[in-house]
């Protein structure tokens, strides 16, 4: 019994080791696939400034000895799915400017090949368009092509390069000068969610409550200003920014840099208050008082007062939605413009006009911001935001 025992585990250990050798050693088939689409991440990014240049490569996984030979097609489909998953915008490019019947030839004996896709300069007008390039059909070759690694999406992006304002307070408390929207009965929004995303940059914070945003409601029983946010409280160091929101409070660490632009979005799900640092989720809290309703009557910024608002501040991107934006579409979007035809967007105000006084709300809603007399101290210009 003890030899037939033997001769068992001996049978399997031979079966193991020959199971292991031909996992090792079999020879699967060939394929081709897009280089692009062998990475982790799905898209890449182009800058495109006057036009731009793209580099499509695909490769076989075994060489061959005759010619392969594969069609390159534009599935705007793809870019559809894509955004579904991300949370992006982008549109597929318009037709007329990709090029037709694109093959790609990998010469015998060869593993790879490609092409260069050019795209000449257009007016993007905000939208950020991508170019969804998929695997067509093998025209030459006994070869498959990947299923997992044959689409890939180029996304075409004009970076943030702006001019914007610096800004600081001026006047006395009770009559300070500010930044201000349409009066209290013109606007007379309400929705249930909103996201206010700005782009911002301190050159100090050597006091407290330097207020950006003053904006919600002149309704008593919330309080005249139900979403006012601001830099630093009574308790120094001053360096973090604190929101005041439907009878509640919550701040960030005070860990904000002098002369650093921070991208901030604030977030109201319906039930959760969310403050989003650089694309990523900072601090939430549940306000005491949850409106129905959140409205939107007006909005001011730099509204605390030469006695308050010491510092210079710099702010531009400044969009505010009718949604609870996602993490994923606040880091995606954050680097660029977005679509101002959007209808979730209440108000978008790019704050790039140069010089002037007076802030365009590029929506049409209407939403224009004035800002008074002495509160614009200078401009910058040819200011990069890169991801």
């Known amino acids: 019994m003890k030899h037939i025992l033997s ?58 000895t005759s010619d392969v030979e594969i069609g390159l097609t534009f599935n705007p489909e793809n870019i559809i799915q894509y955004n579904k998953v991300n949370g992006t915008e982008y549109q597929s490019i318009p037709e007329n400017l990709l090029p037709k019947n694109v093959t790609i030839t990998i010469p015998a004996g060869q593993i790879s090949a490609g092409y260069k896709l050019h795209i000449d300069k257009f007016e993007t007008n905000g939208i950020t368009y991508a170019v969804p390039v998929e695997l067509g059909e093998v025209i030459k070759g006994d070869i498959d092509k990947s299923n997992t690694q044959g689409k890939f999406i180029y996304i075409l992006t004009k970076p943030l390069i702006t001019s914007v304002p610096i800004m600081k307070g001026y006047g006395p408390e009770n009559n300070a000068e500010k930044i201000v929207g349409a009066p209290a009965e013109d606007w007379g929004i ?34 005249r200003y139900a979403i006012y946010i601001r830099f ?36 109201f799900d319906g039930n959760i208050f969310t403050i989003y640092r650089n694309g990523i989720k900072d601090v939430s809290f549940t306000p005491a008082s949850i409106p129905n309703v959140a409205k939107f009557d007006y909005l001011e910024m730099i509204s605390s007062s030469a006695r308050y608002f010491k510092n210079n501040c710099s702010m531009c991107q400044i969009r505010l939605w009718n949604v609870a934006r996602t993490e994923t579409e606040i880091a995606n979007n954050m680097y660029y413009e977005v679509n101002a035809t959007n209808p979730k967007l209440i108000g978008y105000w790019p704050m790039n006009e140069g010089s002037g006084n007076t802030f365009a709300d590029i929506t049409n809603n209407g939403h224009d911001l004035t800002a008074d007399e002495h509160i614009i101290q200078g401009w910058e210009h040819n200011v990069k935001f890169e991801k």
């Open 7 to 64: 001769n068992i585990v001996l049978a399997f250990v031979i079966l193991l080791f020959i199971g292991c050798e031909n996992a090792e050693y079999k020879i699967t088939g060939n394929s081709i696939y897009l280089i692009d689409a062998a990475k982790i991440e799905k898209s890449s990014i182009i800058p495109m400034e006057d036009g731009a240049d793209i580099q499509i490569s695909v490769r076989l996984a075994q060489q061959t």
């Open 190 to 223: 309400q929705t249930a969610q909103w996201t206010l995303e700005t782009w911002v940059r301190m050159d100090g914070f050597t006091i407290n409550n330097q207020a950006i945003f003053n904006t919600g409601s002149y309704d008593t029983d919330e309080g």
């Open 232 to 267: 630093g409280d009574a308790n120094g160091p001053y360096n973090y920014l604190q929101v005041k929101i439907y009878n509640g409070q919550i701040e960030t660490a005070k860990d904000l840099t002098p002369n650093t632009w921070y991208h901030f979005a604030f977030v």
